[in-house]
T-cell receptor
C-alpha cells in the first residue's frame, strides 16, 4: 500500500479555482491512472499515462488535464473547478491488474 | 464496446448465509475479469482475478463465457465481508468498472 500515495488527501476549494492533485508511486510501474468515484457511477477513468509524457483521455476527461514528467509522479489538474467535480479521486498504477492509492476527497463549493 | 454491469447497488445478507454478487460483462475479445473490494475508509484492493482461479477470503468467482457473467460467491458470509465490491473488465491496459455493490452482512 505504501507504494502509492496521493496528496492532498482532502481538499475544499471554490468554484473557478485551479486544483492539482498529485499521485506518487515507488513501484516503477509504467502505467498510471486517475479515476473518480461517485455514487451510482462506480469508478470512471479520467486520464491515464503509459509512460513519461505519454498520456491519453479516459471516459470523463472534460475539465481535467494531466502531466507526467517522471515515472513516479502523475498530476491531475482541474483548470477551473466546478461543483460537478466534487468527488473522490483515486490514482492507480499497473496494467491489467491495478493497485490503488488511498484517494483524495475533493469538495468544490 | 466494453461494459460491466452490476445489477444490485445494495445487498444485505445475514451472517452465515450464502452470498452472491452478480456481474455481467460485454466484450468482443477474450475477457480478463477482476473483483475489487473497498472496505470502509480503505483503498480499493484486488480480491480475485479469474485467471488465477484462487479462493480469497472464502470468495470464488467463475467466468461463464456463455452467460457473460463473473459472479462472486461465498458460502457463509462474515461480518467483515461488509464492503463495496466492484467487478472490473480489463481492456487494453485499462480497467472498466461496474457501478459497484455495497454488501452488508447483518450479525
Amino acid at each position: 500500500d505504501a507504494g502509492i500515495t496521493q496528496s492532498p488527501r482532502h481538499k475544499v476549494t471554490e468554484t473557478g479555482t485551479p486544483v492539482t492533485l498529485r499521485c506518487h508511486q515507488t513501484e516503477n510501474h509504467r502505467y498510471m491512472y486517475w479515476y473518480r468515484q461517485d455514487p451510482g457511477h462506480g469508478l470512471r477513468l479520467i486520464h491515464y499515462s503509459y509512460g513519461v509524457k505519454d498520456t491519453d483521455k479516459g471516459e470523463v476527461s472534460d475539465g481535467y488535464s494531466v502531466s507526467r514528467s517522471k515515472t513516479e509522479d502523475f498530476l491531475l489538474t482541474l483548470e477551473s473547478a466546478t461543483s460537478s467535480q466534487t468527488s473522490v479521486y483515486f490514482c492507480a498504477t499497473g496494467g491489467s491488474e491495478q493497485f490503488f492509492g488511498p484517494g483524495t476527497r475533493l469538495t468544490v463549493l | 464496446a466494453q461494459r460491466v454491469t452490476q445489477p444490485e447497488k445494495l445487498l444485505s445478507v445475514f451472517k452465515g448465509a450464502p452470498v452472491e454478487l452478480k456481474c455481467n460483462y460485454s466484450y468482443s475479445g477474450s475477457p480478463e475479469l477482476f473483483w475489487y473490494v473497498q472496505y470502509s475508509r480503505q483503498r480499493l484492493q484486488l480480491l480475485l482475478r479469474h485467471i488465477s482461479r484462487e479462493s480469497i477470503k472464502g470468495f470464488t468467482a467463475d467466468l461463464n463465457k456463455g452467460e457473460t457473467s463473473f459472479h462472486l460467491k461465498k458460502p457463509f458470509a462474515q461480518e467483515e465481508d461488509s464492503a463495496m465490491y466492484y467487478c472490473a473488465l480489463s481492456g487494453a491496459n485499462n480497467l472498466f468498472f461496474g457501478t459497484g455493490t455495497r454488501l452488508t452482512v447483518i450479525p
